[in-house]
């Protein structure tokens, strides 16, 4: 089964504010392992970046201002996520953002159906615990010493280790090296129990005979 991880990063909290997205990534997984396919995008906001924002991700505006719009990579990213379930921490907020804008090019908007948001499998899992993106890498013991700032494509990297974690589901190169093991256990069965042939007695009378034969030529000779 293939999932996308996803994760936007935008100019402010409220789409009611105005506020666009200034980036997009997805991670496309199947059987919860990485295919290594990504969609991964910076745009151009139409916008100012608010302060808070800026804190949060560091995009600036001159940083933003010669990238794409929208509109012009939406295509490419409906192609990216078509008919697959869409795993977000806090769906709300993204998904209203991405539904913003494929509103405002009159495009087709996501449904929440298609939606997996861990935010609330970790609320119902962990009640009065932290269920952050940062809390949740801490109990599950995922390094997030990479996230300096909030950046798409690495979110989403941590994001499909938690969803992992979250849903019961051991890491995958755990099952990896489970695996390895578990067939170097077998080839190291295989290779000590080789069948053991008894010779016959004929076998046995012949080998005598020929080391009585070699013992006299070579010690009484």
Do not use: W
């Not at 490419?76 to 993204?94: R, T, Y």
């Not at 298609?114 to 609320?123: C, Q």
């Not at 053991?196 to 046995?204: G, H, N």
């Amino acid at each position: 089964m293939k999932e996308i991880v996803l994760d936007t990063e935008t100019t402010g909290l409220s789409v009611k504010d105005g506020h666009r997205i200034v980036e997009i990534g997805c991670i496309e997984i199947e059987n919860l392992i990485p295919t290594k396919k990504i969609f991964h995008c910076y745009l151009n906001p139409e916008r100012k970046v608010s302060e808070s924002a800026l804190k949060v991700h560091g995009y600036t505006d001159k940083f933003l201002a010669d990238k794409k719009k929208f509109i012009d990579v939406a295509d490419d990213f409906l192609k990216f996520i078509e008919g697959k379930k869409i795993i977000i921490h806090n769906a709300e907020f993204d998904i209203g953002h991405l539904n913003n804008e494929l509103s405002l090019i009159k495009k087709e908007k996501i449904s929440k159906e298609n939606v997996i948001d861990t935010l609330e499998i970790a609320r119902n899992k962990f009640p009065g615990s932290g269920i952050s993106l940062d809390a949740l890498c801490k109990r599950f013991r995922i390094d997030n010493s990479r996230r300096e700032k909030h950046t798409a494509l690495i979110d989403c990297e941590l994001l499909s280790k938690v969803y992992v974690n979250l849903i019961d589901q051991k890491e995958p190169i755990f099952q990896f090296q489970k695996e390895i093991k578990k067939r170097k256990q077998i080839n190291e069965e295989i290779y000590y129990s080789k069948k053991i042939i008894k010779p016959s007695k004929q076998e046995l009378d012949d080998h005598k005979e020929f080391m009585k034969r070699e013992l006299k030529r070579n010690f009484f000779n």
